[in-house]
């Protein structure tokens, strides 16, 4: 394929697809597992004028802090919280050193596989059940047995590990907030040092913006090592009014935006209504059984022992103009799709050898100007993307059939297409630079049969592992998943 150097426009370094992708995704759609509606729309809106300057209700980035309660509201919390099967887990590992459990509860029970028995003693059986189970090692020590239990833990109705079990559309927010100057952060009634081992790989929140519940620690010298030892004795319980005061304590700034589901997260919502300004307020409603779990008890729904939405908050976020989001109807997915499945893909035509050196000469002038940039390589080339889709991996060989049909059909040699402008698209202080091509009749007809032949093995959506290319920021991950998944009526025609 040829492509006219008329007024040698390819002095921009042009780049992969991906690279591309980060800086223009969130002029697409922020949260693509979102259905539109009022509960989207208040979510956009708000996050819209306070990080628009020049608006009345613009807020310096240093004031934008978003907590987001962990269970239910982040991820899966029925039957019962995943630090309650942690603990369940470490009940039978220890037991061996406990022959006084078998008669004694909650442990008896649990050793029994009778988790409601177990749990029927309510919060003082939690709390025995905890400081049995995560006291008397050091912080380390402890640190290290989450880490090895996390990757392999499964949820017992699904089979899917609960690390796949956040929630999508969760994510994306997680995403579309920090992308906008947002610090994100767990405020959860979960313990502390149970969280932050893994908090970061999963939501993108290190372990610093983690408050939570914890139990007392004291300092002690070991083989001539310092280290921290757990005790079992409560120091804090972030839950309920715990959670401002948990805020206050470690965050010291109120929230902008607050995030929960039950009536444990009532006070912080009510906390960070309290603030002056703008401010926003937001409830999950799990009322999705088909997906997900279906219990409040508010609208009807059934009853729960461990994170009940009640009638009363319901009434409370209507009266007080709180967003309620109904996982049913404003999720168009529920949780991640399942990563070995998926593969994205970048169908592409490759420019003729005169402007590929024209590139890489291009993307050397610009490399001695910031040295940080993206280079042209083995694996990096300039191209002009046909199509980006999440397809399923085992259709790849019919998808190569599909497109490499409709290209030898398409005489794709004989195109010529012509350079007519720059293009910039600012990604924060940096951005992506690149060359505009005039669209002609045969080019953007090749476009779309590409798209209907592929479209029979596409999905939705997809992981960051469907891609080959390492990353390791979870808001440009993100992005780029928006982008290919929104490629075709966003960027195409």
């Not at 991820?75 to 406990?98: G, I, N, S, T």
């Not at 405020?187 to 040092?193: L, R």
């Not at 970061?200 to 620690?217: A, L, N, R």
Request: include cysteine; charged fraction near 20%; proline fraction near 7%.
């Amino acid at each position: 394929m040829k492509i006219g150097s008329k007024q040698k426009l390819i002095r921009a370094a042009l780049v992969c697809a991906l690279a591309f992708t980060a800086s223009v995704a969130l002029a697409t759609d922020p949260l693509p597992s979102w259905n539109e509606g009022p509960a989207k729309k208040a979510i956009v809106e708000f996050v819209t004028k306070v990080t628009t300057a020049g608006s009345p209700d613009f807020v310096p980035v240093p004031e934008r802090i978003a907590t987001f309660d962990n269970d239910g509201t982040l991820w899966c919390e029925q039957p019962m919280p995943v630090q309650l099967y942690f603990a369940l887990d470490r009940v039978k590992a220890l037991a061996p050193q406990h022959p006084e459990w078998t008669t004694q509860e909650p442990f008896a029970s649990l050793l029994k596989g009778n988790v409601q028995t177990a749990l029927a003693g309510g919060d003082p059986a939690v709390v025995e059940l905890m400081m049995a189970t995560h006291a008397g090692m050091t912080t380390v020590e402890f640190e290290q047995i989450v880490k090895d239990w996390i990757p392999t833990a499964k949820h017992p109705k699904t089979g899917k590990l609960f690390t796949e079990m956040a929630y999508q559309p969760m994510l994306e927010l997680l995403a579309y907030l920090r992308a906008n100057g947002f610090k994100t952060f767990i405020v959860s009634g979960g313990g502390i040092e149970f969280m932050r081992p893994w908090a970061d790989k999963v939501y993108g929140i290190p372990p610093e913006q983690v408050v939570g519940s914890s139990i007392k620690t004291k300092f002690e010298m070991r083989d001539g090592k310092p280290v921290l030892v757990r005790l079992p004795e409560l120091n804090f319980i972030d839950d309920k009014g715990g959670k401002p005061v948990g805020i206050n304590q470690q965050i010291g700034r109120r929230p902008l935006m607050a995030f929960g589901n039950s009536d444990g997260d009532r006070e912080m919502l009510e906390y960070t209504e309290g603030g002056s300004g703008a401010r926003f307020e937001l409830l999950v409603l799990h009322d999705d059984a088909a997906r997900e779990y279906a219990y409040g008890p508010a609208k009807g729904l059934p009853n729960v022992k461990l994170g009940a939405f009640t009638q009363a908050l319901y009434d409370q976020a209507q009266k007080d103009d709180w967003t309620v989001v109904s996982m049913k109807n404003d999720w168009k997915t529920v949780f991640p799709p399942e990563a070995a499945a998926v593969t994205a893909i970048d169908i592409l035509l490759e420019p003729d050898a005169a402007m590929l050196q024209h590139a890489a000469a291009n993307n050397a002038r610009l490399l001695a100007v910031f040295p940080k940039g993206f280079a042209l390589d083995a694996t990096h080339r300039p191209h002009i993307t046909l199509v980006q889709r999440f397809v399923r991996t085992a259709d790849l060989d019919k998808v190569y059939a599909a497109a490499g049909k409709v290209l030898a059909d398409a005489n794709v040699n004989n195109m010529k297409l012509e350079a007519f402008k720059y293009y910039y698209a600012p990604a924060g202080a940096v951005g992506v630079a690149g060359i505009c091509a005039k669209p002609t009749r045969e080019i953007l007809k090749l476009q779309a049969d590409i798209i209907v032949a592929v479209q029979p093995f596409t999905v939705e959506t997809g992981p960051i592992d469907a891609f080959i290319a390492p990353h390791d920021d979870p808001a440009t991950d993100a992005a780029i998943i928006q982008y290919v998944s929104t490629f075709v009526p966003k960027m195409s025609g």
